[in-house]
């Protein structure tokens, strides 16, 4: 286990990266991980949230894209 030096007063995040097919991913519920996620601890507060917000932005575009396809498909029926 490595162990952190953090700062006194600082601000850090830690974000946490599950596998594509982990349970926590759908249920949002971290006691259903059953991968081994990446853990990556950040003190760039700045870098953060513009990552944050861009991968919310792309997640948010890709379900209104899927959403579309399904309203298609069920057009083409």
């Known amino acids: ?3 952190l030096d953090l700062k006194p007063g600082a601000l850090y995040f830690l974000e946490v990266a599950h596998d594509g097919w982990c349970p926590t ?3 949002g519920n971290g006691d259903d991980c059953q ?5 990556r601890l ?3 507060t700045d870098y953060f949230i513009r990552s944050e917000t861009l991968n ?3 997640r948010r575009k890709a379900q209104r894209e899927a959403e579309k396809a399904l309203c298609r498909a069920r057009a083409a029926k």
Request: hydrophobic letters at 25%; aromatic letters at 0%; a neutral charge.
């Open 42 to 44: 950040h003190q760039d």
């Open 35 to 39: 991968c081994s996620p990446t853990l």
């Open 56 to 58: 919310r932005r792309q």
């Open 1 to 3: 286990m490595d162990i």
């Open 25 to 27: 991913l759908t249920t």
